[in-house]
């Protein structure tokens, strides 16, 4: 029996799925935070470490080591060559790792690593061709064809991009509830909301919040609950702003289709991250709009987890 390792590293947790050859999960483990460039190498290697652990661990009568043939790491931060390289060298180290219940078959082939954005889509669909439209803190959409060919739009964080995220959805309510307070723009329910879930005496208080509170990029992304919310309750500010963000992510996806697909492909859009989870239905939103524009288009959930996703690249290597 073969088996492989798929890893799903991001900047909030690292999960690691043991899979043998008939795609069936034996083991799971989660650990915290893989992206090196937001935690370092000697942290990103302890949580890769950790969830290999826990993933072979969890595998019950384990008798003897398991002997693992190929590997692929799905990580958030890798898109360059030289992030590539990085993670190489993690990796070897981790390879040296005497402590973990593995022996490695390891030919340097069959040693995998990408952008996280590849084992989203592979999970979501359950292969590899598709695109994902990935919408949660940040976003970025990815396809790739029967031929190989990928394509990419966004992922440029927080301050270059992420148009149709969470932290853009969260920043624009913030600015139309300022606006509102000036008198620049119509009254909405987004200044009563957020002062009441922040507990501020007026809105004027959002700036002692964002500037003063040293929040991060997730704090000021889980603020896009209170657009989704107003916007649900039927605001008309809090909508457009959603709208909006649907109208990017619809442009992200069709620029990605229009690039590597023919024009009679049927092609699966896969949607994960937390945007997709609102009460404003942003999800029907978006297939709708999408539909409108390439018909041709079926917009799914997700199938499996990105780490499954991860765990059947490797085993394609094996084949």
Known sequence: MSYVL??????????????????????????????????????TLQALQSAIQLSVNSVLNLTKPVKIEAICLGLAGVGRTADIEVVKGILQDLLCCESLPITWALPTSNILIYNDALIALVGGVGHSVGVVVAAGTGSIVFGRNHQGITKRVGGWG???????????????????????????????GLVESFQEYLDLPSIADLIEVVYRRNLGVKDIAALAQIVDLVAALGDEVANQIIDDAVQELV?????????????????????TGSVWKSRCKMHQRFTASLGNKVPRVKVIFPKHEPAYGAGLVALKRLN
């Open 6 to 43: 798929g890893i799903d590293g991001g900047g909030s947790k690292t999960v690691c799925v043991l899979m043998d050859e008939t795609r069936q999960v034996l083991g799971r483990g989660e650990a915290g935070a893989s992206n090196y460039q937001s935690i370092g190498i000697g942290a």
């Open 158 to 188: 927080y301050i270059l991009g992420d148009e149709g995220s969470a932290y853009k959805i969260a920043i624009a309510g913030m600015q139309a509830a300022l606006k509102s307070y000036d008198g620049r723009e119509q009254a909405t």
């Open 251 to 271: 442009k992200a996806t069709t620029t990605v289709i229009e690039a590597i697909f023919k024009p009679d492909s049927v092609i699966e859009v896969v949607t």
